[in-house]
T-cell receptor, first 116, second 115 residues
């Protein structure tokens, strides 16, 4: 079974508008962490935001926020005021506590295109 | 502070040839990861090192892949012999410690094309 599911292969958004990228996850581990990474065409994975399973508040980092709905096992990324430079692949990832080494399990990614 | 360095950035070889990738993690990072990223997919872990010890290599195809991290710093990933299906991006990442919340910092990757 897929541990991380990103159902949107591609998304378009108008510059300056907000966009939500979906991510659902599957784990029986009560302790886990959820990450979002951005991968531009240059190839490097850039860390955006982190949410711990016990965190009470939704994580925010500048224009990025994570809509964490634990009961639904979803961790959607919200990008506000989209910029042309936001065009990239976006990956949701999870690390389960039982995996002491911190291995990240990634989804298949969503390609975001920001239109001027 | 310098990020994770990988070389080469691109490599084109013919099948059955050997190939090696090099990674220099961020200074002071004890944990090093090699990930494989196929086209249109998310990265998948190949091997994880804690200092010089390979503590998770369950996903490494050991018949043709090998890795080492001498002295717990730089790491080399080797494929011998390469197959057409090995064409992918090989990403190296490092983090300062295992467990808890530890962000993984990724390098730019090596894009391998096997002809």
């Amino acid at each position: 079974a897929q541990k991380i599911t990103q159902t949107q292969p591609g998304m378009f958004v108008q510059e300056k508008e907000a966009v939500t990228l979906d991510c659902t996850y599957d784990t029986s581990d009560p302790s886990y962490g959820l990450f979002w990474y951005k991968q531009p065409s240059s190839g490097e994975m850039i860390f955006l935001i982190y949410q711990g399973s016990y965190d009470q508040q939704n994580a925010t980092e500048g224009r990025y926020s994570l809509n964490f709905q634990k009961a639904r096992k979803s961790a959607n990324l919200v990008i506000s005021a989209s910029q042309l430079g936001d065009s990239a692949m976006y990956f949701c990832a999870m690390r389960e506590r039982h995996n002491q080494g911190g291995k990240l399990i990634f989804g298949q990614g969503t390609e975001l295109s920001v239109k001027p | 502070e310098a990020g994770v360095v990988q070389s080469p950035r691109y490599k084109i070889i013919e099948k059955k040839q050997p190939v090696a990738f090099w990674c220099n993690p961020i200074s002071g990072h004890n944990t090093l990861y090699w990930y494989l990223q196929n086209l249109g997919q998310g990265p998948e872990l190949l091997i994880r090192y804690e200092n010089e010890e390979a503590v998770d290599d369950s996903q490494l195809p050991k018949d043709r892949f090998s890795a080492e991290r001498l002295k717990g710093v730089d790491s080399t990933l080797k494929i011998q012999p390469a197959e057409l299906g090995d064409s992918a991006v090989y990403l190296c990442a490092s983090s300062p410690r295992q467990g808890g919340y530890n962000e993984q910092f990724f390098g730019p990757g090596t894009r391998l094309t096997v002809l």
